[in-house]
């Protein structure tokens, strides 16, 4: 037997799909609250000495969060090149946005605090913002892209070609989706500032936390009432082999209403992940109600988690349907990469995941503790 038939094409196709869904979350969860304190940086810092707090709290974590999305860019690439091509492509603009924005993060840690001058680190704290800030709202108009489908098609040569404009992308449901994301991942920020920063900071940070937490249930809530009721979603109308030919092509789909919520009726145990989403984020609040950091910052993560997670759920096999016809959708069974390639990623991903996670929480442990500002002020062991 050949090494790589040990594991079944459907099953491994399954298992990098879950492994897609962990590499997203985590750049979500890690790198999340990067990006929501730096969207609070102007909120609840009012001076240079709170600003510097802020800064450092993220400063010396932010590359090795950063790790989780090269690594979700990477897995897309090479598990799913379809998918790859066409939501890159696709999403071009939107995606060099991003860029800019987060290479603008690095530079405003590295330039900020170069001059004495005011006016100088005024303009670094705003590109923070950015920074932080328009990469949360354009993977959240992303994502609420993908729940309506993408306007791609398939030519018979596999010649993939994108249909849509950039201003298209800001539909009012996709701008919905944006809003969940900005106030999801502005609450795990503000949940990371309590843990990590004191007195006035601290206080402005908790009061922005309940708000957001608050914020992110409700607008979880409206923006799953608006799939439901006037989302359509797809779902495929023909028979298709698990383990078959990756072939968009071979296979009949089409809109259907009410869609994304069939998989809960098929495996009601699944209503626990979109549950989650609701519940989360409302004890994230309770727990910052009470001072308790540590867990608001780990219930923020699971509502993080549970919303992203629900969105793969409802979906499931589909991960990438097409608007514009919806037949040639990508599915889990049909736009992944071969069956040795599959394996050989799996092995690697189990070699490499353990050292990535041991090295993110030893990094974690060692940078416990708070940010003060006394410490800042004495330049004390703090690099921003």
């Known amino acids: 037997m050949i090494l790589h038939e040990l594991i079944s094409y459907d099953v491994l196709r399954v298992i990098w799909w879950l492994l897609l869904g962990v590499l997203l979350i985590g750049f979500a969860v890690t790198d999340g609250f990067d990006l929501g304190a730096g969207t609070l940086l102007p909120i609840v810092a009012r001076d240079d ?11 010396p974590v932010w590359e090795g969060n950063q790790v989780w999305l090269i690594l979700g860019g990477g897995a897309i690439f090479a598990a799913w090149p379809q998918l790859y091509a066409v939501s890159f492509s696709g999403f071009y603009l939107a995606m060099f946005a ?18 004495e001058s005011e006016r100088w680190r005024r303009n670094w704290d705003r590109a923070l913002f950015i920074g932080g800030f328009v990469p949360s709202l354009i993977f959240g ?26 201003f298209g992308l800001l539909n009012p449901f996709a701008v919905l989706c944006g809003l969940v994301s900005v106030a999801m991942l502005t609450m795990h920020g ?25 914020a992110t249930t409700v607008l979880y809530a409206v923006a799953g009432v608006v799939l439901a009721r006037f989302v359509d979603g797809y779902q495929i109308t023909s028979e298709m082999a698990a383990g078959g030919a990756s072939n968009p092509l071979l296979k009949s789909a089409a809109l259907a209403t009410g869609a994304w919520f069939e998989n809960y009726g098929k495996q009601p145990l699944l209503m626990i992940v979109p549950a989650l989403g609701l519940a989360a984020p409302l004890l994230a609040a309770i727990f910052l ?9 780990l219930a923020s993560g699971t509502g993080i ?28 069974w049909d736009s992944s990469s071969s069956h040795l390639t599959l394996f050989i990623m799996l092995v690697c991903a189990v070699i490499f995941m353990p050292i990535i996670l041991a090295y993110t ?24």
């Not at 108009?141 to 950039?166: C, E, H, K, S």
């Not at 843990?195 to 309940?210: F, H």
């Not at 109600?289 to 910052?297: E, K, Q, S, T, W």
């Open 305 to 332: 988690a549970a919303i992203i997670g629900s969105v793969g759920v409802s979906m499931f096999p589909i991960i990438l349907p097409s608007s514009a016809d919806p037949s040639v959708s990508l599915t889990v």
């Open 98 to 115: 991003v860029l800019f924005a987060l290479i603008l993060r690095p530079v405003g840690f590295k330039y900020r605090s170069a001059r």
């Open 190 to 214: 503000a949940t990371w500032l309590v843990l990590k920063t004191e007195d006035a900071v601290n206080e402005r940070s908790r009061r922005w936390g309940i708000m957001t937490a608050l």
């Open 49 to 59: 000495v709170e600003r510097r707090v802020v800064v450092n709290t993220v400063g």
């Open 141 to 166: 108009v992303a994502m609420g892209n993908v729940l309506q489908g993408v306007p791609f098609r398939i030519a018979p040569d596999m010649q993939m070609y994108y249909d849509g404009t950039f």
């Open 289 to 297: 109600v009470v001072r308790r950091p540590l867990a608001a910052l």
């Open 361 to 384: 929480s030893w990094v974690f442990s060692i940078l416990r503790g708070k940010v003060k500002a006394d410490d800042i002020r004495d330049g004390k062991g703090h690099a921003y």
